[in-house]
């Protein structure tokens, strides 16, 4: 099987976060309504297939990388199961000495943040072996996109919620959205200089 | 480690990208190797010394960087 490149790896990440994100806002919250329990189970489990998918694209992405790549993964992960095993060791203890009170809910957080650790931490190794090392634009979706659809998932969820007339998650999502937003301009401009003043070059060394 | 795969690339002609797919590793690798940050494995240095037709110890010498 050939190696899946960068930007297809990207491509279809968001896709599948954006199915995520959708199943979230529009399907989950039906779970509260529903009294038949299969059905429950059902719509309870809904997010799960679009996190499976990340999962085997990982695995994928991972199983065809090369020894210096495996490299930056292995530590990753390391560093993402050791923060995310100690968080839970921490919170487990104190939940059990009732020293703070925790719910089951909890565990939604867990593949999240160790998602984000793992994304920080490739990121911090890889710089240290190239600054471009994984976000090489000839080979990956530029930043600047990459934040725009997520201000737009933001967008999305914060527009569900003014829906739903609730107030902290609209104005939460709408911060983030229009953060997002800020950034991607920001990048879009670096962006667009740096292409801008090679393409000049280019012209005057001609 | 020192080595000379930047010269013997430019020699050839060859792209960062060129190198990096008669590999079957990523651009990134190459340019990590070329810059010294990152030191090959041996089967990697000796598929890098059969391609360029060059003794191994010819392209890469114990050193600093």
Known sequence: ?206 | MNNSVRELRSEQGWSQADLAEQLDVSRQTVNAIETGKYDPSLPLAFKIAKLFGHPIESIFVPGEG
């Not at chain 1, 790549?69 to 009732?98: D, K, M, N, W």
Request: aromatic share 10%; proline share 4%; hydrophobic share 55%.
């Open chain 1, 1 to 206: 099987m050939p190696r899946l490149k960068q930007k297809h790896y990207q491509q279809r990440l968001l896709s599948a976060m954006a199915i995520y994100i959708a199943v979230l806002v529009l399907i989950w919250p039906l779970v509260r309504t529903t009294t038949s329990t299969p059905l429950k189970w059902l719509i309870a489990l809904a997010p799960l297939p679009p996190m499976l998918y990340v999962i085997a694209l990982m695995a994928r992405r991972i199983r065809d990388s090369d020894e210096l790549e495996q490299r930056t993964h292995l530590i990753g992960l390391g560093v993402a199961t050791g923060v995310v095993g100690v968080l839970s060791l921490v919170g487990g203890f104190l939940a059990s000495a009732q020293v703070l009170t925790l719910d089951g809910s909890i565990l939604i957080w867990v593949f999240p943040l160790m998602l984000a650790c793992y994304g920080v931490t490739r990121w911090a190794v890889a710089r240290q072996y190239g600054d471009d090392l994984g976000c090489d634009p000839s080979d990956s979706m530029a930043l600047h996109w990459r934040l725009i659809i997520g201000a737009g998932m933001f967008a999305f969820v914060a527009l569900f919620a003014f829906l739903k007339h609730d107030d902290f998650l609209t104005g939460m999502m709408a911060g983030m959205a229009g953060s997002f937003a800020v950034l991607a301009l920001a990048k879009g401009v670096i962006y667009w200089r740096k292409h801008h003043l090679a393409r000049l070059e280019s012209h005057d060394g001609r």
